[in-house]
C-alpha cells in the first residue's frame, strides 16, 4: 500500500556491530519521526527531520545514534556499536505538510535484536 | 514528571460494552494536541482521535469519544459498544511547543485493552 515502509522488520545483531534501519514516508509527507519502543513501554522519541535537517534530534540516547534524510523522503536511522540495551523496536512516522492536527502515520517497526 | 500518565496497564471488557481509558497529563503551555493511537499486535500504530487545547467541545469519531476536562489535565478514550478487534494496546499522546519551534509528541506507557466475547 501507500503507508510508512521500513526495513528490515527484524534485525538480530551482535554486540558491537553497526545497523541501519530505513525508513520510506508516505509520498508527500514533509515531516519524518523516529521513535524506539522497548518492551512494556511507549514510544519513545528520538529525531525529527522537517525535509532534509533534523529539526530536533534531543531524544538521541548518545553519539552512537545517527540519522539523515538526504533528500526529504527516505531517512536512515543508524546505530553504531550496538549494545544489548539498544534492543528494541524502532518506529518511524511521517507527517503530512500544513496545520491540521499533527497525527503521525507509523510504520510497522524494525525490531532489533543485540545478542 | 511524566508528561502523559496513563495508571491501568491493563483493562478487560465484555464485547458490546463501554469501556474508559485513562490518560492525565502535564504541561504549562496553554497551546497543546491530545492523540489517541491503538497498536494492534501488529505493531502499527494508528490513530484514533484528536483534542486540541482550544477546543470548545469533546472530540468524537465513530465508536470513539474523548472526555476532555481540561481544568483536571485530564483526556480520557471512551470506547462505545466494544468490539473484539478492539484488543489491542492504546496509548495517549500529548503535542506541546519543544524548544526550536517544533512540536514532538510525547507517549504514555500505553494500556492493554482485552475485549472477552
Not at chain 2, 478487534?85 to 492504546?90: C, H, L, P, R
Amino acid at each position: 500500500g501507500a503507508g510508512v515502509s521500513q526495513t528490515p522488520s527484524n534485525k538480530v545483531t551482535e554486540k558491537g556491530k553497526y545497523v541501519e534501519l530505513r525508513c520510506d514516508p508516505i509520498s508527500g509527507h514533509t515531516a519524518l519521526y523516529w521513535y524506539r519502543q522497548s518492551l512494556g513501554q511507549g514510544p519513545e522519541f528520538l529525531i525529527y527531520f522537517q525535509g532534509t535537517g533534523a529539526a530536533d534530534d534531543s531524544g538521541l540516547p548518545n553519539d552512537r545514534f545517527f540519522a539523515v534524510r538526504p533528500e526529504g523522503s527516505v531517512s536512515t536511522l543508524k546505530i553504531q556499536r550496538t549494545e544489548r540495551g539498544d534492543s528494541a523496536v524502532y518506529l518511524c512516522a511521517s507527517q503530512p505538510p500544513g496545520a491540521g492536527t499533527g497525527e503521525l502515520f507509523f510504520g510497522e517497526g524494525s525490531r532489533l535484536t543485540v545478542l | 514528571a511524566q508528561k502523559i500518565t496513563q495508571t491501568q496497564p491493563g483493562m478487560f471488557v465484555q464485547e458490546k460494552e463501554a469501556v474508559t481509558l485513562d490518560c492525565t497529563y502535564d504541561t504549562s503551555d496553554p497551546s497543546y494536541g491530545l492523540f489517541w493511537y491503538k497498536q494492534p499486535s501488529s505493531g502499527e500504530m494508528i490513530f484514533l482521535i484528536y483534542q486540541g487545547s482550544y477546543d470548545q467541545q469533546n472530540a468524537t469519531e465513530g465508536r470513539y469519544s474523548l472526555n476532555f476536562q481540561k481544568a483536571r489535565k485530564s483526556a480520557n478514550l471512551v470506547i462505545s459498544a466494544s468490539q473484539l478487534g478492539d484488543s489491542a494496546m492504546y496509548f495517549c499522546a500529548m503535542r506541546e511547543p519543544a524548544s526550536g519551534g517544533s512540536y514532538i509528541p510525547t507517549f504514555g506507557r500505553g494500556t492493554s485493552l482485552i475485549v472477552h466475547p
